[in-house]
């Protein structure tokens, strides 16, 4: 990746979440991210994936301006001798939704690194943003800070300039569906709002909260394992992290000898290999992604990484 594109990633990152926007806007674009083969990917293929296979009333000629391009039915347009061909979606059926799950409490503030864990939350955002609307899907928001968790935002893409205001503290919280503020809580408030056949979830966390030392596992890893069963690849996570969340080392204070030293690091080390090997085991059924606050990402910059990982071009 050249300098000046990185430079110019940074700029889009650090932005505010109108002006990322207003870029993607003009850089995906319906044609972009639906093509002209029938084949929605990524993301857009999740919240598509539902209605297409649920709601097809019937196979007729293609008609400009009311059937949708990734409508378009190559077998049947094949033995159309090469005339357009769509599938007819009933329009009484339920419309897909994307759910997006932000936890980001303060811990995630103090991550050191070359990008900002709450730029990189909110880039995503603003991506999924773009498919929701692209796919004409409602897009419903859910936000940890921390100290307040629960339904953030419920309504149309256009419309999320106002989630941002909340999330950066321009605008007083308005939080429905109150939880706990923890990844587990905010993952059943997603599901109490869900329709199993038709949405998509997207969940963005470092995944630490609550672990049990005791049994090393996490308090939330029953949500993701059922969402997994319930919405299958339908079920999206980016985990932002970084070296030191992975190789945890004690802070000291205190003059110790360095034999009390090596076993106080040797033991904050296990722990971290534990805490990892059981995140990663847990999220690997899913479509999921570590996106790293350091530049060890194959070299690829975060506004890369995940517009790859999103839009299903990632290799």
Not at 216 to 227: A, D, L, M, N, P
């Amino acid at each position: 990746m050249s300098q000046e594109v990185d430079s110019g990633y940074d700029a889009l990152l650090n932005s505010s979440g109108p002006a990322q926007l207003d870029y993607l806007n003009s850089e995906l674009t319906a044609k972009t991210l639906l093509g002209t083969d029938a084949s929605p990917f990524g993301l857009v293929s999740s919240l598509l994936h539902g209605r297409i296979g649920l709601q097809i009333d019937a196979v007729g000629p293609f008609v400009p301006g009311q059937d949708a391009p990734h409508n378009i039915d190559l077998v049947n347009t094949y033995a159309s001798n090469g005339r357009p061909m769509a599938r007819k979606v009933l329009a009484s059926g339920s419309p897909a939704r994307l759910h997006v799950a932000l936890d980001m409490p303060k811990r995630l503030n103090s991550l050191t690194g070359n990008y900002n864990a709450g730029n990189i939350s909110k880039f995503i955002l603003s991506l999924c943003g773009r498919v929701a609307e692209v796919t004409a899907s409602d897009i419903l928001i859910y936000h940890n800070n921390g100290e307040s968790a629960g339904l953030l935002y419920e309504g149309g893409a256009n419309d999320i300039y106002y989630a941002f205001n909340q999330i950066d503290g321009k605008a007083k919280r308005h939080l429905t569906d109150k939880t706990k503020p923890t990844l587990n809580g905010l993952l059943k408030v997603v599901s109490s709002n869900t329709d199993a056949q038709n949405d998509a979830i997207f969940v963005v966390s470092d995944f630490l909260d609550e672990f049990n030392n005791k049994n090393k596992t996490f308090g939330w890893e029953q949500s993701i394992k059922s969402g997994h069963s319930e919405y299958g690849d339908r079920m999206w996570a980016t985990r932002i992290t970084s070296p030191a969340q992975r190789q945890i080392t004690p802070g000291i204070n205190d003059v110790i000898s360095l034999d009390t030293l090596e076993n106080m690091t040797r033991s904050f080390a296990d722990t971290a290999k534990v805490k990892n090997d059981r995140i990663n085991s847990t999220l690997e059924p899913i479509r999921s992604l570590n996106v790293d606050t350091f530049k060890n990402n194959q070299n690829l910059h975060p506004v890369s990484l995940m517009t790859r990982f999103i839009l299903g071009t990632l290799a």
